[in-house]
């Protein structure tokens, strides 16, 4: 298995309408592992369990794991800032069209 690799980030520079419309139906335990999940990226800190991944048809995009069916979408910017994109079940997260 490939390592885990290291992200850290150095804050959020913003979040898509789609991101805020299906963070608000997170329901409590997928809404807290966000907040640690945002949290371990600020810090450098990323569990190897989350599963980093880039997406490879997406440019700058990156998945991460919440927990065993969430995932968080972001774009990751030069300057180390992201755009939150998507966060949901693997299939709500991984539309991105």
Do not use: C, W
Not at 34 to 49: F, N
Not at 53 to 72: D, M, Q, W
Not at 90 to 97: I, K, M, V, W
Request: hydrophobic letters at 35%; zero cysteines.
């Amino acid at each position: 298995m490939a390592p885990q690799p290291t992200l850290r980030i150095a804050g959020i520079r913003g979040v898509s309408p789609r991101f805020k419309r299906l963070k608000r139906k997170l329901s409590p335990e997928p809404a807290s592992q966000l907040r640690q999940v945002l949290h371990e990226l600020m810090t450098g800190t990323l569990t190897p369990g989350r599963n980093l991944e880039k997406l490879p048809s997406y440019g700058s995009l990156y998945s991460v794991r919440l927990n065993k069916t969430a995932r968080l979408v972001f774009e990751l910017e030069k300057d180390q800032t992201v755009f939150l994109v998507a966060v949901g079940s693997h299939d709500l997260a991984y539309r991105l069209s």
